[in-house]
Each structure stands twice: as structure tokens, then as C-alpha cells.
């Protein structure tokens, strides 16, 4: 039976074309990246703009496999939310994230927390929240620990269930950022009905900031809306001083991007913020 699914699967992938064919190939190889240890974590910081230094840092997922190289997780974490995999994973970012703050700690880094990036698939099962308590409490971490992302997307599509999910992570302590801000079609009043701490706004808005005027204009009101809610701003994407003056100016109250450090390993990260510190 099983030579006979496989002799199945070759007659249906001729007919497809490649880019299904790397999906396929890339979903097979999702699946056992797991137990094959492929995956690591690299965590970028995030600055403070009024002391200049590092406050929290954001968690992100690399993911080499031995044949396919560098996979990006812009084109594997949607396969991975597809197929349920992002659970899984999902719970794995987790608990690296966890691990990662409490070594910080134990070296002498606090930071006020990791953001780790949360799908909207991961609170269909409900349980999400008793799942990273758990991890929380084998490392003895506090829920402040750990900040939320979730994207505005999802905040945009399933009202009633959203609020309910938001507010339960936020009661257990952890912060609520909202990831790539401005794309969709959040109203800011419909915003303001949900339990978030942090808007970031995404990096589409800040590449041109230094010659764009809308962008100038679009991000400006988004954070003086944002700090009328009682929200915290955070750009993402700044790579040049000229991005990183207006921000200021427009009392922005976080900067993420390459002008202070790429995402790091986590050994290199403490180092990084003692450079971006030190500045
Ligand atoms: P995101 O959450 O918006 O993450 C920010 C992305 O911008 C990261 O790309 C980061 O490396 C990149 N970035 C940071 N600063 C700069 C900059 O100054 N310039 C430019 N050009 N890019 C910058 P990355 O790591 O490739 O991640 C892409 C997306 O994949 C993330 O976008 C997020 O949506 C998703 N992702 C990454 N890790 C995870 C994860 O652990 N779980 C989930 N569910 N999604 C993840
Ligand atoms: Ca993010
Ligand atoms: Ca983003
Ligand atoms: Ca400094």
C-alpha cells in the first residue's frame, strides 16, 4: 500500500507545476525539521528611544535544512499554519524564547521582555495560554516575560474570539504588541476595543520616511492616535539616522531595524546590546 501511495504521489507531481512542487517538498521537510533539530532562534533588540537602550527584543525563526539551505519563515511559517505544524512550532519558539530570557538573566541582562510571534492558528486549539504558563513555570519566569505579537490581520478578522483570547494573555501578564500595523484596514476606534500595549508600525512606512511625505504623515498620526489609546509605538525596518530623527521627533517610543543590530544568536546577544548601549 505504501509503494503504491508513493508510485501515486510521482504521477500527480509531474503534472504540477514547480513552485506546488517546492511546497510540497518544503511541507515534507517542515515536518521532520523538528525532531532534526533545523530550526534556531535569532532575537533582534529593541530600543528605547529615550535612554537609547535596549528594552525588550523580538524572537525570530531561521530555519536551515540540509538540502533545501535557508528557507525563509515568510514563505514556511504560512505552510506551517496551513498544515497545523505551526502549533508545534509555535510551542517550540516558546520555550527558546523562555530559555533564552532566563540565560540573559542569569548573566545579568534584564530585559523587560521577548516578543515572540504568535499566528492566529495558534488560538484556534484555546489552550494557548496554559501552554506557555507551562513553560513560563518550568524556567520560573513571570508572564511579563513574554510579550505577544500577533498581526493586525488576524486582530481585523474574528471579533468576539479575538477579544476573548487577547484579554485572557493579557490578564495571565503578558503584553500585546500588534505586528505589521498599517497594512490592513484596522480602524483605530475598533482597535481601541481590544487589549493591546504596543503598535508597531510596519517597515513599509518607514523605509521612505526620510522623503515621503505619506509615509511622514501616515506614521506620524498613527503614533499620536496610538498614544491617545494609551498605546506604545514601535517602528520596524530602521536602517538609517534620517528614519530614526523623525521618529523622535514624532515621539515615537520604540526602534527596531538594522541601524542598531540585525537579529542575533542568542550568545551573540548580549554582546550586541552592550554595543548598542555603549553607543
Ligand atoms: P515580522 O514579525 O514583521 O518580523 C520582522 C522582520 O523584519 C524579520 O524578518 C526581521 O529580520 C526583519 N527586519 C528587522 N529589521 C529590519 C530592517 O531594518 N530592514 C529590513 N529590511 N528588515 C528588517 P524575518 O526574520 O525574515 O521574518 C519574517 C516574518 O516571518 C516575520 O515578520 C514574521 O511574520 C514571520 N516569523 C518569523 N519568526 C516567526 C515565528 O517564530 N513565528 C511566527 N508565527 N512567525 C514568524
Ligand atoms: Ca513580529
Ligand atoms: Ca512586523
Ligand atoms: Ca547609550
Not at 63 to 83: D, K, R
Not at 115 to 144: C, H, P, T, Y
Request: charged residues 30%; glycine residues 6%.
Amino acid at each position: 500500500a505504501k509503494e503504491l501511495g508513493r508510485n501515486r504521489f510521482r504521477y500527480y507531481t509531474r503534472a504540477l507545476s514547480e513552485e506546488t512542487d517546492k511546497r510540497l517538498k518544503t511541507e515534507s521537510a517542515l515536518r521532520e525539521a523538528l525532531q532534526k533539530d533545523q530550526f534556531h532562534m535569532v532575537f533582534q533588540p529593541i530600543i528605547d528611544l529615550r535612554s537609547m537602550e535596549v528594552s525588550h527584543a523580538e524572537a525570530l525563526i531561521r530555519w536551515n535544512h540540509p538540502e533545501l539551505g535557508f528557507v525563509s519563515p515568510e514563505y514556511f511559517i504560512p505552510i506551517a499554519e496551513e498544515n497545523g505544524l505551526i502549533n508545534d512550532i509555535g510551542l517550540w519558539v516558546a520555550r527558546q524564547a523562555c530559555h533564552a530570557y532566563k540565560g540573559w538573566l542569569l548573566e545579568g541582562l534584564i530585559l523587560n521582555s521577548v516578543a515572540i510571534n504568535v499566528s492566529s492558528v495558534q488560538f484556534k486549539k484555546g489552550d494557548l495560554g496554559r501552554q506557555i504558563r507551562e513553560i513560563l513555570e518550568e524556567e520560573g519566569l513571570d508572564a511579563r516575560a513574554i510579550e505577544i505579537e500577533i498581526t493586525e490581520r488576524y486582530l481585523m478578522d474574528q471579533t468576539e474570539h479575538t477579544i476573548k483570547h487577547l484579554s485572557a494573555l493579557k490578564d495571565a501578564g503578558h503584553l500585546i504588541s500588534v505586528d505589521d500595523f498599517g497594512v490592513g484596514y484596522s480602524s483605530m476606534s475598533y482597535m481601541k476595543r481590544l487589549p493591546l500595549d504596543i503598535i508597531k508600525i510596519d517597515r513599509s512606512f518607514i523605509t521612505d520616511l526620510a522623503d515621503d511625505e505619506n509615509d511622514r504623515q501616515i506614521s506620524q498620526a498613527i503614533i499620536s492616535l496610538s498614544h491617545s489609546l494609551g498605546y506604545r509605538v514601535t517602528a520596524e525596518g530602521v536602517e538609517n539616522p534620517a528614519q530614526l530623527e523623525f521618529l523622535e521627533h514624532c515621539r515615537c517610543d520604540f526602534a527596531q531595524g538594522y541601524l542598531f543590530s540585525r537579529p542575533v544568536t542568542e550568545t551573540q546577544f548580549i554582546d550586541t546590546v552592550t554595543e548598542v548601549n555603549d553607543r
